[in-house]
């Protein structure tokens, strides 16, 4: 049974950082690109940013390009994603995302591309 648990959300004052982590059971964590992805309430699942299997390519969104940063750590079957210089528009529940690519350097950006998906995490930015 796979399983994604998202942890390190909270609330945090606007300026403020955040580091996520979501831990990954139940599949081979190396053969998974990873994905983290947010959704306000009334709003659609946004795409935050991407890593590669390999680990060499991230990808992000304008919205987020220059304070997010996504790393992972194969051997802890962990991928984190670092946000900086939070805004109150970064309000959102953020869910980490599992895709079972068959290339190595492809970060996807649709949701549908992501067969397995966290709970999420409530990240609040206040004012």
């Known amino acids: 049974q796979v399983k994604l648990v998202e942890s390190g959300g909270g609330l945090v004052q606007v300026g403020g950082s955040l580091r996520l982590s979501c831990v990954a059971s139940?599949?081979?964590?190396?053969?998974?690109?990873m994905g983290w992805f947010r959704q306000a309430p009334g709003k659609e699942r946004e795409f935050v940013g991407g890593?590669?299997?390999?680990?060499?390519?991230?990808y992000y969104p304008n919205s987020v390009k220059g304070r997010a940063t996504i790393s992972r750590d194969d051997a802890k079957n962990t991928v984190y994603l670092q946000m900086n210089s939070l805004k109150p528009e970064d309000t959102a529940l953020y869910y980490c995302?599992?895709?079972?690519?068959?290339?190595?350097?492809?970060?996807?950006?649709?949701?549908?591309?992501?067969?397995?998906w966290g709970q999420g995490t409530q990240v609040t930015v206040s004012s």
């Open positions: 995302a599992a895709d079972s690519t068959f290339y190595t350097t492809t970060v996807n950006v649709a949701t549908h591309n992501y067969d397995y």
């Open positions: 890593i590669s299997r390999s680990g060499g390519r991230t």
């Open positions: 139940g599949l081979t964590f190396s053969s998974y690109a």
